[in-house]
């Protein structure tokens, strides 16, 4: 079974530029998570979906962030503008019912 | 806000030497949930635990889920260079989605 994808891996952009991120959530999973992973700060919840709606979005830092969910097999994570601080891992995590969530390969953003 | 305490935070072990690494909390959590994760890539899933003093083994893996709900180990038995990474451990409380993290333990095996 696949698990869940992600793209693209790698992201290089300059400050000021658009970024989107997308994600695949394993088929049947009905709880998605866009997560952000830094050294300083580990893992972060930037926003959780549940049936495709939006639950709690209070870990997204700024207005810069947005993220949809337009159907149950795909969300994207956008920034606009990007900035150098915004440079980390993104994760996207399914979950079948709210408990084990499992993870995509991961975004590594660089933003110049 | 709730904290996991996870330790060692890194160690240094030889390839067939048994590890065991543990979480504590000084909140009660419903589920805890065990993950490795490898350079450049996500977080996998090892082990999930559901239910005050469940012991679950998957392969040379080992964890507990502690009688108080405050704290759960994992052991690693016989390691070997694959068992390399960083493993954290998560956890969510009743009626939660969100999982609480510790900051990981780096694992290395010298052949």
């Known amino acids: 079974d696949a698990g869940v994808i992600q793209s693209p891996r790698h992201e290089v952009t300059e400050m000021g530029q658009e970024v989107t991120l997308r994600c695949k959530p394993i088929s049947g999973h009905n709880s998605l998570f866009w997560y952000r992973q830094t050294m300083m700060r580990g893992l972060e919840l930037l926003i959780y979906?549940?049936?495709?709606?939006?639950?709690?979005d209070s870990g997204m830092p700024e207005d810069r962030f947005s993220a949809k969910m337009p159907n149950a097999s795909f969300s994207t994570l956008k920034i606009q503008p990007s900035e150098p601080r915004d440079s980390a891992v993104y994760f996207c995590?399914?979950?079948?019912?709210?408990?084990?969530?499992?993870f995509g390969p991961g975004t590594r953003l660089t933003v110049t | 806000g709730q904290q996991l305490n996870q330790s060692p935070q890194s160690m240094f072990i030889q390839e067939g030497e048994d590890v065991s690494m543990n979480c504590t909390s000084s909140?009660?959590?419903?589920?805890w949930l065990w993950y490795k994760q490898d350079p450049g890539e996500g977080p996998v899933l090892l082990i999930a635990?559901?239910?005050?003093?469940e012991l679950t083994s998957n392969g040379r893996l080992t964890a507990q889920f502690g009688i108080t709900r405050k704290d759960s180990f994992l052991n690693i038995s016989a390691s070997i260079p694959s068992d390399v990474g960083i493993y954290f451990c998560?956890?969510?409380?009743?009626?939660?989605?969100?999982?609480?993290f510790g900051k990981g333990t780096k694992l290395s095996v010298i052949p």
């Open positions: 635990l559901y239910k005050a003093g």
């Open positions: 998560a956890a969510l409380g009743a009626g939660s989605y969100q999982l609480t």
């Open positions: 995590a399914s979950s079948p019912a709210g408990y084990e969530q499992y």
């Open positions: 979906f549940n049936n495709n709606v939006p639950i709690d």
């Open positions: 909140s009660i959590f419903n589920t």
